[in-house]
């Protein structure tokens, strides 16, 4: 196996909006990151993924950007950017930007030229249509709900939005696009940035003829067979690749929704012809039910261990995996696949992040996961913030699919804002996030969860992480490691090892509150217990794990 940096990496996720507050507006902005960059250095991570931070009328809070070549006012200037960036490398952190080129905001300076006439130099940079018999020219519903589309008076026509209204899709298949979006991006590099995290770049391709998609939801088509993995999206990123990544050293992870494992080997080839990396969001959909993601059911063991495998197994040797709980667009993971109650909450985040970061892979820790802090317990719709979860209210409430209160409950566990609360640093006002009102509530619990309090403590699960993160940059057969999977029918251990030439590891994390006995296979047998979650762990013959227990034992 090729070896590299991006491999043997650990990222970490800022999403700026929420990390810190530096002028006490409210909102989290560049200065803040720039003034916690100690901490994570503290932490050992070595690349930011950082959320949007260009100019954009935060519909989707950055994700639609009306100008990919300045920064959001809320968030500072492009000198305190350029000083983030400085300050980071200085301390051996780099950093990967967000490219949102899927669409762009409804008020990029493109848009506003395109919608503006049939003739204008910019009217193919979106995709346009012709209505049908006075209606949208295809049954297509938005991630966001609704219908994909919007009409626009000016042009008498329809433009297609997979998100919001107010973020068109851009049409790749103009030259024109893929010129100025290349040149941006080789602007970016040129200033010194370490990579791209491509938002949705598994939809730039759209399929022939746009047909309509099969209604499930009794409201609207399912576009995602037409619009993912899209007929030419691989030719456009080889393209991206020969045009500017394969000129500089760069961390790249498509974010590809309906990403396949066979896609996978053709987005993320070791060869390199397209990108370092994808996420892939088979693991994030096995506990989504009738409506999709609106579920408050719980993963089965059995199924998360079966898929996750299959990635570990599968792109072994031809790509690579990155590794990933939880985002922004995510719950948190210890509310999810974990257990937050008071009792359980720091014991079951150590476990989950043990099961994740002994993966092959590249790791991704979201902000304030490696404190473990939890969903939030928001009391009605007007708490929500994110356009997605006001949206998927209505939609499904209003037209009488899901009753008020199942909603409210799937919301709970399911929606990004759960996600999106201040990162909770201290147990003082407002969590130490700001001085002022915060933009969105912080979570009630940041007395008992915050950066200060858990920094200091040895068995916190911020040490825990830390430790985590050590033992990779220490252990190459953390990063190169064959997996393999073991007792894939049990339903509450979750095991697996390790092995390079003649070292081996074996992990085990019990992900239930049940204590259960466990038979350590014989090779393992008095050896060395490299990291748990408990005290007192020895690797004898047999074992007897406690509620959430994980321990990695090295032969
Ligand atoms: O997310 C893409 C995506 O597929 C999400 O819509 C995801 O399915 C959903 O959020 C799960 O609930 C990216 C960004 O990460 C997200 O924040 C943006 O809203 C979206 O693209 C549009 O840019
Ligand atoms: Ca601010």
Excluded at 15 to 23: A, K, L, W
Excluded at 149 to 177: A, C, G, I, T
Excluded at 278 to 300: A, I, P, T, Y
Excluded at 431 to 451: L, Q, R
Aim: aromatic share 12%.
């Amino acid at each position: 196996m090729k070896k590299a940096w991006w491999k043997e990496s650990v990222v970490y996720q800022v999403y700026p909006r929420s990390f810190c507050d530096s002028n006490g507006d409210g909102i989290g902005d560049i200065n803040g990151i720039t003034s916690k960059l100690d901490y994570l250095q503290e932490l050992g991570i070595n690349v930011i993924w950082l959320s949007p931070v260009y100019q954009s009328p935060n519909d989707d809070n950055g994700y639609d950007i009306s100008d990919y070549q300045a920064i959001m006012k809320e968030f500072g200037t492009m000198e305190d950017f350029d000083r983030m960036l400085e300050q980071a490398h200085e301390r051996g952190i780099k950093i990967v930007m967000d490219l949102v080129v899927n669409h762009t905001s409804d008020e990029h300076s493109w848009f506003m030229e395109s919608r503006r006439s049939t003739d204008n130099p910019y009217r193919d940079y979106y995709i346009w249509r012709e209505g049908k018999d006075g209606k949208e020219p295809n049954n297509w519903g938005s991630v966001f709900n609704g219908p994909a589309w919007e009409y626009d008076e000016n042009r008498d026509m329809y433009y297609l939005h997979m998100f919001s209204r107010k973020q068109p899709d851009l049409n790749w298949e103009n030259p024109k696009v893929r010129d100025e979006v290349f040149s941006m991006m080789n602007w970016w590099c040129e200033k010194g940035i370490d990579g791209f995290r491509m938002d949705v770049i598994s939809m730039i391709s759209k399929a022939e003829g746009l047909p309509d998609g099969e209604v499930r939801d009794g409201l609207h088509g399912d576009a995602s067979p037409y619009v993912q993995n899209g007929p030419h999206v691989h030719e456009y990123l080889q393209e991206m690749n020969r045009r500017v990544l394969s000129k500089y050293d760069l961390l790249t992870v498509g974010e590809c929704a309906g990403v396949t494992i066979e896609e996978a080997k053709r987005y993320a080839s070791e060869k390199g012809t397209e990108l370092n990396m994808v996420f892939q969001f088979e693991h994030m959909g096995l506990d989504g039910g009738e409506f999709s993601k609106w579920s408050d059911r719980k993963v089965k063991l059995t199924e998360l261990k079966e898929n996750l495998s299959k990635w570990q197994n599968e792109l072994e040797g031809t790509a690579w995996n990155s590794l990933y709980w939880t985002n922004h667009d995510q719950p948190r993971v210890v509310s999810r696949f974990g257990n937050d109650s008071v009792r359980y909450r720091e014991v079951s985040a150590k476990m989950l992040a043990t099961c994740l970061h002994m993966m092959q892979g590249t790791p991704y820790v979201y902000q304030g996961e490696e404190l473990g802090m939890t969903n939030m317990e928001f009391d009605t719709v007007d708490d929500f913030c994110d356009i997605e979860s006001i949206n998927a209210y209505h939609e499904y409430v209003d037209s009488g699919k899901i009753d008020g209160e199942t909603m409210m409950r799937y919301l709970r566990y399911k929606s990004r804002d759960n996600s999106r609360t201040p990162m909770q640093w201290t147990a003082g006002k407002n969590a130490g996030f700001s001085m002022g009102t915060p933009w969105m509530k912080v979570n009630p619990n940041y007395e008992d969860i915050n950066a200060e309090e858990q920094v200091k403590r040895a068995d916190s699960v911020f040490s825990y992480y830390k430790e985590l993160i050590r033992l990779r940059r220490e252990k190459e057969i953390i990063v190169y490691g064959h997996y393999e999977l073991l007792m894939p029918e049990d339903e509450k251990l979750f095991v697996y090892s390790r092995s390079l030439g003649d070292e081996k590891l074996l992990v085990v994390c019990n992900f239930t509150e049940e204590e259960t006995v466990f038979g350590v296979p014989e090779e393992f047998v008095g050896k060395k217990v490299l990291i748990g979650n408990y005290k007192e762990q020895e690797a004898a013959s047999s074992i007897r794990l406690r509620p959430y227990e994980a321990l990695v034992i090295e032969k």
